[in-house]
């Protein structure tokens, strides 16, 4: 089946810099998602994006499909944005669901 | 905006019992899921359920789970006898075209 592989698995940042979290996946994929998982355990969606750059706030994403990856930029880091972040793709045929990397766990320090 | 609801938030729950994770998706959504994530790890695909039936399954649900739509709004996991290996957060979502929609997740701790 398709590999979601993230990287950094870990990243530490003071507060209001910058930072760009990878996802490359093994395959053809009919979407992929960004998520955050706040330290409640909830996965809050960031980014629903199959291809091109979506930006909300200071977020944004890009995924080069051809290529098999994606990018979540974060700008102005603030320590709210800490906890993990999940790219998952969707995959294609079957049942749609979606396979998940193993997190960039984000620590933002004040 | 709509949301999908999970209750319990936490249950605890002794090893050999029954549990029964209670779901409410969205309502126009048509595909339904639970996802499994044991502590520190990777969010993983347990099942998903289309036109009131399995469509698929992993290989981590096998005969001591199982879902049912009751009543055409609730989705329910049911785990039969409950092992030390099922404590994990699970999640309910339901698809549509603009991409998945989680629950908030119950913890589920077998003692």
């Known amino acids: 089946g398709i590999q979601v592989e993230q990287s950094p698995p870990d990243l530490i940042l003071q507060e209001g810099a910058n930072s760009t979290l990878r996802c490359n996946f093994s395959?053809?994929?009919?979407?992929l998602q960004w998520f955050h998982q706040n330290p409640w355990g909830q996965l809050i969606n960031l980014f629903y994006?199959?291809?091109g750059t979506k930006q909300n706030g200071r977020l944004s994403a890009t995924t080069v499909a051809t290529e098999r990856y994606s990018l979540l930029y974060i700008s102005s880091s603030q320590t709210t944005d800490s906890g993990v972040y999940f790219c998952?793709?969707?995959?294609?045929?079957?049942?749609?669901?979606?396979?998940f990397g193993k997190g960039t766990k984000l620590t933002v320090n004040p | 905006e709509p949301e999908v609801t999970q209750t319990p938030s936490h249950q605890v729950t002794q090893m050999g019992q029954e549990v029964i994770l209670r779901c409410v998706p969205i309502?126009?959504?048509?595909?339904f899921y639970w996802y499994r994530q044991i502590l520190g790890q990777k969010v993983e695909f347990l099942v998903s359920?289309?036109?009131?039936?399995?469509?698929?399954k992993s290989e981590i649900f096998d005969d001591q789970f199982s879902v049912e739509r009751p009543d055409g709004s609730n989705f329910t996991l049911k785990i039969r006898s409950t092992k030390l290996e099922d404590s994990a957060m699970y999640f309910c979502a339901s698809l549509e075209i603009y991409g998945y929609t989680f629950g908030s997740g119950t913890r589920l701790t077998v003692v």
């Open positions: 395959d053809s994929v009919n979407n």
């Open positions: 998952a793709a969707l995959t294609q045929g079957g049942s749609e669901k979606l396979v």
């Open positions: 994006i199959p291809s």
């Open positions: 359920f289309y036109n009131n039936e399995i469509s698929e």
């Open positions: 309502s126009n959504h048509l595909y």
